[in-house]
């Protein structure tokens, strides 16, 4: 008969994280412990993160999140556990469960190009990084204990990778606390120890052939440890008076899929996304091709949806992209030679097939992506040309 007493009930599975763009917050990410909602703050109007599914996490912020080794690592795979463990992220976006504590972390500007540092591909520079030594039972458990910070920025990708930063004098030194300008890519183990130096093989290759590509380096690794990769990030400032703002988009985010679909796509469709993007459709389908043939003449099986991207730049203060292009390559790498790989596919299939590829095929997608039938051909006279010469004369200097 008594009048009820209110009782303010929490709900302990709920959660929010407030979520910034080189510094700027950009919107709301919250989870009511069902499912998902983004909210863009008032005033920012750049479709960065966009929620085309109503309930889901936004896949541009999706495709940031760890997998593979580093999943292990954090040894969480619920989503709310991961953006819990981790403040910093590639494209440059930030997140935080306190608005009041959002991180201010260094910004992400190259201090010295590598390309200082290096010479004839070996880097020339001091490796401060994480080694085997005595107090650690290997390499990969030093990187775990680096990704323990949370300022440490997350990588997405199953390859073991470690964010660093490269000073002017030349150190080479973990991201944890610090700016993130370079990814290192130590060897892996049963049978890809060599993994580093065939990558940086076809990374030169695909960059005298005429694709566009980071600057490379390979890192001489102590304790024994074979050479290691060094990747400069292109989706950074320059300098300190540079204001412009940079996010990359994998093609998985752009096709609105999850990770784990990456190898479910084909050349055609990613043809289709870019032209409705691209500031520059007509030099990015071309190059569209071009990524497909340079795959396949190498013997790449892990070219897959994640392995592609759009490097999207806008100015300080704008409220649109001034271009979005398809982003330079990476993570190339041939992929036949590694044990149990030998007889590796295309990971993506084009005109319907992904091996036993003939000239007819790449020019089929592109009649699909609106390439005329002699432009297509020119293109691809143009890269065979550089390839061969590429690949007859060395690609080291």
């Not at 593979?68 to 469960?97: C, F, H, P, Q």
């Not at 590598?114 to 591909?121: A, D, E, I, Q, V």
């Not at 004098?169 to 060897?187: C, E, M, R, V, W």
């Not at 991207?309 to 806008?314: E, M, P």
Request: aromatic share 8%; glycine share 8%; net charge neutral.
């Amino acid at each position: 008969m008594r009048t009820a007493v209110a009782v303010d009930v929490r709900n302990e599975a709920a959660l929010s994280f407030l979520v910034a763009w080189h510094g700027q917050p950009i919107g709301q990410l919250s989870h009511d412990g069902f499912e998902w909602r983004w909210q863009p703050q008032d005033g920012f109007d750049l479709p960065l993160v966009q929620q085309r599914v109503p309930g889901r996490l936004p896949p541009c912020i999706l495709s940031l999140l760890p997998e593979g080794w580093l999943e292990k690592v954090l040894k969480d795979k619920d989503e709310r556990a991961v953006l819990r463990s981790g403040k910093r992220y590639m494209s440059n976006i930030t997140t935080s469960e306190d608005a009041g504590e959002l991180p201010s972390p260094p910004a992400d500007t190259l201090a010295v190009s590598l390309s200082r540092y290096t010479r004839n591909g070996v880097f020339t520079g001091r490796y401060a990084g994480p080694g085997r030594g005595k107090l650690e039972a290997d390499f990969e458990a030093g990187l775990a204990r680096l990704y323990e910070r949370a300022d440490t920025p997350h990588l997405s990708g199953v390859q073991i990778k470690a964010p660093m930063v490269l000073a002017r004098d030349g150190q080479l030194s973990p991201s944890a606390g610090l700016p993130f300008t370079h990814i290192l890519k130590p060897a892996g183990t049963a049978g890809f120890q060599g993994l580093p130096v065939i990558e940086y093989l076809a990374m030169s290759l695909g960059r005298t052939s005429g694709l566009e590509a980071p600057d490379i380096a390979l890192v001489p690794m102590p304790d024994d440890m074979p050479p290691a990769l060094l990747v400069e990030r292109c989706d950074i400032r320059t300098s300190r008076a540079d204001e412009r703002r940079f996010a990359l988009e994998d093609l998985c985010s752009v096709l609105d899929l999850p990770p784990d679909a990456k190898y479910d796509g084909t050349i055609e469709r990613i043809t289709r996304a870019v032209q409705p993007l691209s500031t520059s459709a007509g030099e990015d389908l071309p190059l569209v091709i071009k990524r497909a043939l340079f795959a396949w003449l190498i013997g790449d099986g892990d070219m897959h949806l994640k392995n592609l991207a759009l490097l999207k730049i806008a100015g300080p203060a704008a409220d649109r992209f001034s271009t979005i292009r398809l982003a330079p390559l990476y993570d190339a790498v041939t992929t036949r030679v590694f044990p149990s790989l030998e007889h590796d596919r295309m990971a993506l299939k084009l005109n319907g097939k992904d091996d036993r590829l003939r000239r007819s095929d790449f020019m089929q997608v592109a009649a699909i992506a609106g390439l005329s039938a002699a432009a297509a051909d020119n293109e691809i006279d143009r890269f065979f040309a550089t390839f061969y010469r590429s690949h007859r004369q060395g690609f080291f200097a």
